[in-house]
């Protein structure tokens, strides 16, 4: 049976806000009684409800992780890493204590090295996992490689685009992304990446050239200031005014930085979704720089005027907002659509847990 994605809906959120309120709720309520213990199985359930109300096609799609898998996956990694790294700090700290700053330097670089490569493999790990208890069509995803190799890549991509005063940074984090992808499968068909940075130098460019803009702007603005007599006497904190014109200045200069962000990670989820294939299936991400930023501060206000509570409904929002802007166009053949042979995780995204890095 051959299906041919709509264009406009292809990909589809049921979901409904008040529906999902109980169950945000509860996972607070529950979470807060057990010292935050159920956070695994409250993370579950949400992803058990928004992947249910999302449709593909003709079907939606399932997950089937459960708590203990991402309990267990905690776990592991707590006492395999993070206790071990726990122990080499007060090691890095007794040596400097010692008077060796050389051998305390030597063993913090390569704590800091080895740290970045877990990350890596973390990352590939998360997306391993959670592909692996993605079902369509009782169809699920996954991938045979550890890993391990790509912690190595994201190792050295990242410090070189870092380094290189960071103008490699798109191109490290699009070659990244299509490292990942081409390791993974979804049933039979192997996913395939081709993102470039090409059209993010550009954009990226602005991190640097908007915020020198901004401080020259600052130290004209200021010396006007101090011209016209906004200054406080000897031993006296300064007027009303150049206090208000301090706080202005940190509120542009930081929303400016915001908003480039968003300018840039609108084209560079477009780019890499956009170049992502899966047999016969190509994807696009329709969000635009004014999407981010009407959803951004939308979160913001959510979580501001509820004074946190409403934090319990970002991962409701970020769901909602991804799939509302993903497009797939082409075809899929359902009876060439097998179950995959990719071995699946046993537990879940550990290492993310564990280095609090982990995104929904």
């Known amino acids: 049976m051959n299906k041919q994605p709509d264009n406009s809906g292809a990909f589809a959120f049921h979901g409904d806000w008040r529906q999902f309120a109980p169950i945000a709720f509860t996972n607070l309520l529950l979470t807060i009684v057990t010292l935050g213990l159920y956070s695994f199985w409250a993370r579950t359930r949400v992803r058990r409800y928004l992947w249910s109300e999302t449709r593909f096609i003709d079907d939606r799609l399932e997950w089937t992780g459960t708590g203990l898998e991402l309990f267990i996956g905690y776990l592991l990694a707590f006492v395999l890493f993070v206790i071990p790294f726990g122990v080499l700090n007060l090691v890095l700290q007794g040596v400097l204590l010692r008077g060796h700053p050389g051998a305390a330097l030597a063993i913090f670089i390569t704590v800091y090295l080895l740290l970045m490569y877990l990350v890596g493999i973390a990352i590939f790990r998360a997306l391993r996992y959670r592909l692996s208890r993605t079902f369509w069509h009782g169809i699920r995803g996954g991938s045979d490689d550890q890993g391990l190799a790509y912690g190595w890549q994201y190792l ?124 016969g299936l190509e994807f696009e991400f329709t969000a635009r720089t004014m999407d981010w930023v009407k959803f951004v501060l939308g979160t913001v206000a959510l979580v501001v005027f509820t004074f946190g509570i409403g934090y319990i409904f970002v991962a409701y929002r970020n769901w909602a907002f991804f799939i509302r802007h993903l497009k797939a166009y082409g075809s899929v053949d359902l009876l060439d659509l097998t179950q995959s042979t990719t071995r699946e995780p046993g537990q879940g995204e550990g290492l993310l847990d564990a280095f609090d890095i982990g995104a929904f």
Request: glycine share 14%; no cysteine; charged share 10%.
């Open 156 to 279: 050295w991509r990242t410090i070189a685009g870092t380094l290189a005063l960071g103008l490699l940074i798109p191109w490290s984090m699009t070659s990244l992304w299509n490292e990942r992808w081409n390791k993974m499968s979804f049933g039979p068909l192997r996913f395939e990446a081709a993102a470039t940075a090409g059209s993010l130098t550009l954009r990226f460019l602005l991190f640097y050239l908007v915020p020198i803009l901004i401080l020259v702007l600052g130290v004209v603005m200021g010396v006007m200031f101090g011209a016209t007599g906004f200054r406080g006497g000897a031993g006296l904190p300064p007027p009303g005014g150049m206090i208000a014109f301090l706080f202005v200045f940190v509120l542009l200069f930081y929303g400016v930085l915001g908003v480039i962000a968003l300018f840039f990670y609108s084209a560079y989820f477009r780019e890499v979704i956009g170049t992502l294939r899966l047999g």
